[in-house]
């Protein structure tokens, strides 16, 4: 409790999940009934599902990044910029880089971290769509790659080389932005495109494994017939300052950008803290709490929240992480109020992935399937809805992506 009696509700990271909660706690309690604090690595808070944009440099990270004092009022929840070092659970505290807090509820909503699993030489050589600095970063990097190769008598070819490490979601998006940027960057630069290679590589069969066939293929040709090489069944044992080493003949692949993106895991701060991981990640009751702490909640990226009925966890979702947030902001309501608590229950609303901005497609409403400009300007329906639930009109029209005029 506070000095005031109020019971503090302390919420770690503002990213999907975070937000929403917060903005479900401000709805669900008055500010006589509990002191609200969000803590984050920022003063912003940033659209995840567009850094793939942000990387290949087709979106201006000013649209990408929201200030989060412009969507949560400080005077009625108190913001902390600050980072994460470690959660103390038995003691009801949270320290941070700069100061540590306690709390009464805590609600971890740290996101994801890239998973290397491991490979020889990744973590070194690799830039990761992880955040919204690492992505800034390899947007440089590209265009820094183009401007330097006219000015440097002994640059080889591949330096414009393009890599892409595993051929899920977050792949297969950053290549559909790349297919359209390098254009762009060849134009701009007084280069051939034909000297640039886009390339990703996917060690399972088929790019996006156990996604609907035929919207795996519409993705591929759509990919291909723009210049994407897409090496499927081939798997990265390792990566060096050149590229990666592929397949069973150990061929190297050299590109001056190289990117990973084979995979994600929960934040570090959960296995620092001492929580038992599944996969780094905390597989949480159904109504959201870590085992053995009826005072905790973990949402997000960093949950490992079991679908019962096809018995495997859900994939980590923005979509998820907002649910997740309605679920745990109505569960702390009811532990205030001494109430039952409610189970989560995802309500899948689809999938739908760009492949640059006027391509894409996904499934919705069950199994409809969308191709080409339909499912683009779906994707970017999708991505509004989020800006109006967090924001209202004025968010939407200020970062919306659909332009009605
Ligand atoms: P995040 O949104 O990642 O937020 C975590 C927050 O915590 C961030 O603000 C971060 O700064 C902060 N933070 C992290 N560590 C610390 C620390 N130590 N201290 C303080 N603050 C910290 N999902 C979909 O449903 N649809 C899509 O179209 C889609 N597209 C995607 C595209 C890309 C390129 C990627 C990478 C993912 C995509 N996803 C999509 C998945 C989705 O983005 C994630 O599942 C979602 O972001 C998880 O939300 P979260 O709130 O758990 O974490
Ligand atoms: P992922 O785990 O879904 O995909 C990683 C891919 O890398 C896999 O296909 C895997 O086979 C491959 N891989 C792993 N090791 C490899 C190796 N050594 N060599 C070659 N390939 C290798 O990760 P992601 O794409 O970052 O997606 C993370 C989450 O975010 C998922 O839940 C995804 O659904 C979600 N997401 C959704 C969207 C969308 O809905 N539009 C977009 C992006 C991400």
Request: hydrophobic share 40%; charged share 25%.
């Amino acid at each position: 409790m506070t000095l005031n009696n109020k019971p503090r509700i302390v919420v770690l990271g503002a990213g999907y999940a975070g937000m929403m909660t917060t903005k479900r706690l401000i709805k669900n309690l008055s500010p006589e009934e509990a002191e609200i604090i969000l803590v984050n690595k920022h003063n912003y808070h940033y659209q995840t599902t567009w850094l793939h944009e942000l990387a290949a440099g087709t979106i201006n990270q000013n649209q990408v990044r929201i200030m989060i004092r412009d969507i949560i009022n400080p005077n009625r929840v108190r913001l902390i910029y600050d980072t994460v070092v470690k959660i103390e659970k038995d003691d009801n505290r949270v320290i941070l880089e700069n100061s540590e807090l306690t709390y009464d509820y805590l609600v971890v909503c740290l996101g994801y971290e890239t998973n290397t699993f491991g490979i020889k030489g990744m973590d070194e050589h690799a830039f990761f769509i992880e955040d919204f600095d690492s992505c800034r970063l390899i947007r440089e990097h590209i265009e820094y790659q183009f401007a330097k190769f006219n000015n440097d008598p002994n640059a080889h070819e591949s330096s414009l080389n393009i890599l892409v490490g595993g051929g899920g979601f977050t792949g297969i998006e950053f290549v559909g932005e790349l297919v359209e940027k390098v254009p762009k960057l060849c134009k701009k630069y007084d280069i051939d495109r034909g000297k640039v290679k886009i390339v990703n590589v996917e060690a399972a069969p088929s790019i996006l494994p156990n996604f609907d066939k035929d919207l795996v293929t519409y993705a591929r040709k759509s990919l291909q017939e723009r210049g994407a090489h897409i090496m499927e069944g081939t798997r990265i044992h390792e990566c060096t300052e050149e590229g990666f080493i592929v397949g069973e003949n150990n061929e190297l692949i050299k590109a001056g950008t190289i990117v990973w993106t084979g995979g994600v895991t929960g934040s570090s701060i959960l296995g620092k803290s001492g929580f038992d991981l599944t996969k780094g990640k905390v597989t949480v009751h159904g109504d959201l709490r870590a085992p053995g702490y009826n005072n905790i909640f973990i949402l997000g990226d960093c949950a490992w929240v079991m679908d019962k009925q096809a018995n495997r966890p859900y994939p980590p979702t923005a979509q998820a992480a907002m649910q997740h947030a309605t679920t745990c902001g109505n569960n702390i309501r009811a532990l205030i109020h001494n109430e039952p608590l409610e189970e989560f229950v995802f309500s899948d609303k689809g999938t739908v992935a760009s492949l640059g901005v006027t391509d894409g497609m996904g499934a919705i409403l069950g199994d409809k399937k969308l191709y080409g400009k339909a499912a683009a300007t779906m994707k970017k329906v999708v991505d509004d809805r989020y800006l109006f639930l967090l924001g209202g009109p004025k968010l939407l029209l200020k970062k919306g992506k659909v332009r009605p005029f």
